[in-house]
T-cell receptor
Framework: AQKVTQAQTEISVVEKEDVTLDCVYE???????LFWYKQPPSGELVFLIRRNSFDEQNEISGRYSWNFQKSTSSFNFTITASQVVDSAVYFC?????????????FGKGTTLSVSS | DAMVIQNPRYQVTQFGKPVTLSCSQTLNHNVMYWYQQKSSQAPKLLFHYYDKDFNNEADTPDNFQSRRPNTSFCFLDIRSPGLGDAAMYLC????????????FGQGTRLTVV
């Protein structure tokens, strides 16, 4: 069975602090995909990044970086020099490659609050 | 330009009164999903379509139905809404390739009074 665990329910930081959001996943498949989405107060889920199970390269995009480690089944997300606009709920998600149309399974989300 | 559009953004319905939420997409994606998201919880998959093939999650109540008349449109019908059905309903689409993300609409927030 597939499962995504985001152990941190809420994180509060002050602007310019770095923050890491943890994600641990479980799957029996050897081929799978991992995602991070941001959900601001407006409600729409905004795609941030995807990673397939064969690509363990870490990625940096501006202030965002992602660390994928298959050995620990983790796909952690770091925001450097956080800003108030980063305040949102962040979801990690997993999709197995069993068949076309397989849905994304989400973790429970981490609410990030960045204060000025 | 919005690619997945949900209408309405906010919907208030009476207890037991049927309600329909709509979703349209301009991406021509084969797959469309409906998720239910209650306050401070993860989105929960209700069902999805792969083209016209309908896939219902095992724990989706019978009270929830869906229609997909064509590629662009998908509807969520709640036959007899209860207070527990108050939630944000998210529609999403996805292309055929597995290495693709899902695109979400802005959601419809349903209130049951």
């Amino acid at each position: 069975a597939q499962k995504v665990t985001q152990a941190q329910t809420e994180i509060s930081v002050v602007e310019k602090e770095d923050v890491t959001l943890d994600c641990v996943y479980e799957t029996r498949d050897t081929t799978y995909y991992l995602f991070w989405y941001k959900q601001p107060p407006s409600g729409e889920l905004v795609f941030l990044i995807r990673r397939n199970s064969f690509d363990e390269q870490n990625e940096i995009s501006g202030r965002y970086s992602w660390n994928f480690q298959k050995s620990t089944s983790s796909f952690n997300f770091t925001i450097t020099a956080s800003q108030v606009v980063d305040s949102a709920v962040y979801f990690c998600a997993l999709s197995e490659a069993q068949q076309a149309g397989t849905a994304l399974i989400f973790g429970k989300g981490t609410t990030l609050s960045v204060s000025s | 330009d919005a690619m997945v559009i949900q209408n309405p953004r906010y919907q208030v319905t009476q207890f037991g009164k049927p309600v329909t939420l709509s979703c349209s997409q301009t991406l021509n994606h084969n797959v469309m999903y409906w998720y239910q998201q209650k306050s401070s919880q993860a989105p929960k998959l209700l069902f999805h379509y792969y083209d016209k093939d309908f896939n219902n999650e095992a724990d989706t109540p019978d009270n929830f139905q869906s229609r997909r008349p064509n590629t662009s449109f998908c509807f969520l019908d709640i036959r007899s809404p209860g207070l527990g059905d108050a939630a944000m309903y998210l529609c999403a689409t996805r292309g055929l390739g597995m290495n693709t993300e899902a695109f979400f609409g802005q959601g419809t927030r349903l209130t049951v009074v």
